[in-house]
């Protein structure tokens, strides 16, 4: 035990609390509900709204659009208009976004490994927690 502060170690480093509230910002980046699947969809290269509609199980057109405008917007990835006949749209990741995929990605793989067991929790839980109902 340390004795100036009781921990183990030593002193814990210094606390930066505005630092920790910026951090929130990142934090509404990637524990939106949608952004890290469509991050990952794009990890392999550009795609084009239909694919990404395809591939991201469950998310509305609507709720696409809006993933997509703030990714770009917080530089996660560019949206590219291809002048062709007809014209169409695609989405790469940027450099700060294939970084947040590779940060994220043993993220997604434990939620896929794990999702079995998260539901085995939740419905064992439920059944100790449910109310009885009246007869």
């Known amino acids: 035990?340390?004795?100036?502060?009781?921990?183990?170690?030593?002193?814990?480093?210094?606390?930066?609390?505005?630092?920790?509230?910026?951090?929130?910002?990142?934090?509404?980046?990637?524990?939106?509900?949608?952004?890290?699947l469509v991050v990952r969809r794009l990890k392999d290269g550009p795609r084009r709204f239909t694919e990404l509609k395809q591939t991201v199980d469950g998310i509305s057109q609507r709720m696409l659009t809006v993933t997509l405008r703030n990714l770009e917007r917080d530089g996660i990835l560019t949206r590219t208009v291809h002048e062709v006949m007809p014209p169409h749209v695609s989405y790469e990741l940027t450099g700060m976004g294939v970084t947040l995929s590779e940060a994220t990605e043993p993220l997604l793989d434990w939620s896929l490994a794990h999702l079995s067991r998260i539901d085995e929790a939740r419905a064992a839980h439920d059944a100790r927690t449910a109310r009885p109902t009246a007869p």
Do not use: F, Q, Y
Request: hydrophobic share 30%; charged share 35%.
């Open 1 to 36: 035990m340390d004795e100036v502060d009781g921990t183990r170690g030593g002193p814990r480093p210094t606390e930066h609390p505005v630092d920790d509230c910026r951090a929130r910002v990142v934090l509404d980046i990637v524990g939106n509900k949608w952004s890290l």
